[in-house]
């Protein structure tokens, strides 16, 4: 069974300063991994999505991951954080199958406060 | 525009009584799910449908039912049988063997029970 963590369930970061949110998995096969945003009392939108081609992946709005094996992370990070980047993020899990499997393993999610 | 229309957004409802959240997509998907999400535990899934009349459960299926009579439709139903039905009801699809775990949410019911 896949499953992720996210490290802290609250962050806080400074307008114009690095974002970074942690989530490591656990999978016995390779993962698919993603990360969702979620705006108050909205659902969720999709950020970017890691599917085995380039480790580093870059999402919407200027969030980037990095996928490392060695480490089971896939961390999101952006370089200088926007007062519109304050919501709460969520960390998925698939497992790869031939014919797809988008049953979803979610993270407890983080939520990001952006201080001005 | 092609999205995915829950509704309704609030819903109130007395202990014992059973309640039905709809959820339409245009998006021509096969896939379709039901999360609930509550505060500090993400979202956990409750029921999905790869396609029409079929369906399964998943984590927490105890005290909901659901339908796929239509591609279109899946609407979730609360039953007395659910002893804390209060939560966020969140749908989503995706099509099956594209843009794998790629979901669209639709922008979610919250259920309070009285």
């Known amino acids: 069974a896949q499953s992720v963590t996210q490290l802290g369930s609250h962050v806080s970061v400074s307008e114009g300063a690095l974002v970074l949110l942690r989530c490591n998995y656990s999978?016995?096969?390779?993962?698919?991994l993603f990360w969702y945003v979620q705006y108050p009392n909205q659902g969720l939108q999709l950020l970017l999505k890691?599917?085995?081609?380039?480790?580093l992946v870059k999402g919407i709005n200027g969030f980037e991951a990095e996928f490392k094996k060695s480490e089971t992370s896939f961390h999101l990070t952006k370089p200088s954080a926007h007062m519109s980047d304050a919501a709460e993020y969520f960390c998925a899990v698939s497992i790869r199958r031939d014919f797809g499997n988008e049953k979803l393993t979610f993270g407890t999610g983080t939520r990001l406060t952006i201080i001005p | 525009d092609g999205g995915i229309t829950q509704s309704p957004k609030y819903l109130f409802r007395k202990e014992g009584q059973n309640v039905t959240l709809s959820c339409e997509q245009n998006?021509?998907?096969?896939?379709m799910y039901w999360y609930r999400q509550d505060p500090g535990q993400g979202l956990r899934l409750i029921y999905y449908?790869?396609?029409?009349?079929?369906?399964q459960k998943g984590d927490i299926a105890e005290g909901y039912s659901v339908s796929r009579e239509k591609k279109e439709s899946f609407p979730l139903t609360v039953t007395s049988a659910q002893k804390n039905p209060t939560a966020f009801y969140l749908c989503a699809s995706s099509m099956t063997g594209r843009a794998v775990g790629e979901l669209f949410f639709g922008e979610g019911s919250r259920l309070t029970v009285l």
């Open positions: 999978s016995s096969v390779p993962p698919y």
């Open positions: 449908s790869q396609i029409v009349n079929d369906f």
């Open positions: 998006l021509n998907h096969d896939a």
């Open positions: 890691y599917t085995s081609a380039a480790t």
